[in-house]
């Protein structure tokens, strides 16, 4: 089946400027993530959402960052102002449920120019 | 914040020998999930191994978990060039819904 799949692969903006990366989850799986990635690191978690509702946002850097997942599916990370400190790879992931393989989608790399 | 790390940063080997990297980590976990990742990119789910199991097999990989040395690590053998990536434990910590990354063991096979 489909798995994880993430838009746009690319993203280059301005300092200043709003952006939103997509994510489709594999269907059926309830729990949704998104996490960063910055060069040579590992990902860091940024959100959770079980269904419908950000179950945890304690990874959200501040509150220029926020995610919403309004049909318990497709889930949309929002970044206002951007700044050059959010350029990194942006990585979804879903799984079964919170107790399960957690599957990656391909990344957007966001670049703030 | 990340906890644990993957020892070695990193590991260069000749084509069909075996390849083993290690994770440490300090608080408790429900399960410990082990990753690979081509160029930065998309992460590949290798296996995951349950607080409760000590070992998991899948094809070329197996996986051990010491809950009591809280480490585990990836054993790759027969290594192929293809099996060029980093590898990366994520820790489903207790209490916690996400998993913990270090920052991997970037594995070279040379052909």
């Known amino acids: 089946g489909a798995g994880v799949s993430q838009t746009p692969s690319n993203k280059v903006t301005e300092k200043g400027k709003y952006v939103e990366l997509r994510c489709d989850p594999i269907?059926?799986?309830?729990?949704l993530y998104w996490y960063r990635q910055s060069l040579g690191q590992g990902p860091e978690f940024l959100i959770y959402?079980?269904?419908?509702?950000?179950?945890?946002d304690s990874g959200l850097p501040n509150d220029r960052f926020f995610a919403v997942r309004p049909e318990g599916s497709v889930s949309t990370l929002k970044i206002q102002r951007t700044e050059r400190g959010d350029s990194a790879v942006y990585l979804c992931?879903?799984?079964?449920?919170?107790?399960?393989?957690?599957?990656f989608g391909p990344g957007t790399r966001l670049t703030v120019l | 914040s990340q906890q644990g790390e993957e020892d070695p940063q990193a590991l260069s080997i000749q084509e069909g020998e075996n390849a083993t990297m290690n994770c440490s980590y300090k608080?408790?976990?429900?399960?410990l999930q082990w990753y690979r990742q081509n160029s930065g990119r998309g992460l590949v789910h290798l296996i995951l191994?349950?607080?409760?199991?000590r070992e998991k097999h899948s094809g070329r990989l197996r996986v051990t978990l010491d809950t009591s040395k809280k480490s585990s690590s990836l054993l790759i053998t027969a290594s192929r060039a293809a099996d060029t990536a980093s590898y990366f434990c994520?820790?489903?910590?207790?209490?916690?819904?996400?998993?913990?990354f270090g920052t991997g063991t970037r594995l070279t096979v040379i052909p």
């Open positions: 992931a879903s799984s079964l449920s919170a107790w399960n393989e957690q599957f």
């Open positions: 269907s059926g799986h309830t729990a």
């Open positions: 959402f079980q269904g419908t509702g950000a179950a945890d």
């Open positions: 608080t408790s976990i429900n399960n």
């Open positions: 191994i349950r607080s409760n199991e």
């Open positions: 994520a820790r489903k910590q207790t209490g916690a819904n996400n998993l913990f």
